[in-house]
Nanobody, 123 residues
Framework: VQLQASGGGSVQAGGSLRLSCAAS????????MGWFRRAPGKEREFVAA????????YYADSVKGRFTISRDIRKGAVYLQMNSLKPEDTAVYYC?????????????????WGQGTQVTVSS
């Protein structure tokens, strides 16, 4: 399974971006999906995840209330709507998928990764 992330770009603080992640296989619709990010000089961190059944979604505290993860089951795609962006949101964003339906926040439990898309937020 290949994941293709897109939608990154450069925006000013307070702006919005919508990231998309498409899976090469539509049967991936039943798998948990997540977004992670890596800022320059920092470790990769969890951003948001969405599962299949159970809790709808999990968010990192730093993005809660500003970011929304969603998915299109028919397309096997997952999205990350990012509003009220801050300079500290600047990072390369990666989408990831699990072989399982349950949500996870630990990156090591994800089996498939996209190539990353750059998000830059200027003050």
């Amino acid at each position: 399974v290949q994941l293709q992330a897109s939608g990154g770009g450069s925006v000013q603080a307070g702006g919005s971006l919508r990231l998309s992640c498409a899976a090469s296989r539509r049967t991936f619709s039943n798998n948990a999906m997540g977004w992670f990010r890596r800022a320059p000089g920092k470790e990769r961190e969890f951003v948001a995840a969405i599962g299949w059944g159970g809790p709808a979604a999990y968010y990192a505290d730093s993005v809660k209330g500003r970011f929304t993860i969603s998915r299109d089951i028919r397309k096997g795609a997952v999205y990350l709507q990012m509003n009220s962006l801050k300079p500290e949101d600047t990072a390369v964003y990666y989408c990831a998928g699990r072989r399982f339906a349950s949500i996870a926040m630990n990156a090591t439990t994800y089996d498939y990764w996209g190539q990353g898309t750059q998000v830059t937020v200027s003050s």
